[in-house]
């Protein structure tokens, strides 16, 4: 598969365990945050977004954080399976332009 | 299948020979947009479009042009390419926006030597 890139900070979790991984965002105007799921040699994935009037927001074994205060947002995933084993990053969007920053990403990797 | 496709999916070419990475969408999406992906660095954008005939500069277009003479197509032309720009570059469509779900294509992996 395509390699997403090196040095990516790496989180390792046993299988059942909860993850979560954190990512700082850069621009206080940004006003929609999304997290992405890429697997090796795939696209990225849109798993869960959040806008900026909230500060919690859950799915489907996920939860998003976000903490304007310091530009912090964290992904949540209860019961880690392998198949979570990916690249994650957030982007960020603000309110007045229509660009997208992304995060380097952290990779997960998930213990058996 | 509601999906993009991009090709080719490798690609090794010299420099300054000019190519054409293909990008196709059926979900009848409005928004259509290429990123680049380089270890360290993330996804950057390097053009959008909005809707047909509509593009816009990203934050790295020097090198690269784009067209949207269809819906569904958004192709990336590098006119002359250049070593730096030997990278991961994936496709994605949306409804209308950004801030509606972004579906990405499986990726092109260019080098130019």
């Known amino acids: 598969g395509e390699s997403v890139g090196l040095h990516l900070p790496t989180l390792s979790v046993q299988e059942g365990d909860n993850s979560i991984i954190n990512c700082a965002y850069s621009n206080s105007a940004s006003d929609y945050f999304i997290w992405y799921k890429q697997e090796s040699g795939k696209g990225p994935q849109f798993i869960i977004d959040?806008?900026?009037?909230?500060d919690k927001r859950q799915g489907q074994r996920v939860t998003v954080l976000l903490n304007k205060t310091v530009k912090h947002l964290s992904l949540q995933i209860a019961a880690t399976q392998p198949g979570d084993s990916a690249v994650y990053f957030c982007a960020e969007i603000g309110t007045s332009y229509d660009k997208v920053i992304f995060g380097p990403g952290t990779s997960l990797s998930v213990i058996p | 299948e509601a999906q993009v496709t991009q090709n080719p999916r490798y690609l090794i070419t010299v420099t300054g020979k000019k190519l054409t990475v293909t990008c196709s969408q059926n979900?009848?999406?409005?928004?259509m947009s290429w990123y680049r992906q380089d270890p360290g660095l993330g996804l950057r954008q390097i053009y959008y479009?909005?809707?047909?005939?509509?593009?816009d500069k990203g934050d790295v277009p020097e090198g690269y042009k784009v067209s949207r003479k269809e819906k569904r197509n958004f192709p990336l032309i590098l006119e002359s390419p250049s070593p730096n720009q030997t990278s991961l570059y994936f496709c994605?469509?949306?409804?209308?926006?950004?801030?509606?779900?972004?579906?990405f294509g499986p990726g092109t992996r260019l080098t130019v030597t």
């Open positions: 979900m009848n999406h409005e928004y």
């Open positions: 479009s909005m809707n047909v005939e509509v593009t």
């Open positions: 994605a469509s949306s409804l209308s926006g950004l801030r509606n779900e972004q579906y």
């Open positions: 959040i806008r900026s009037n909230m």
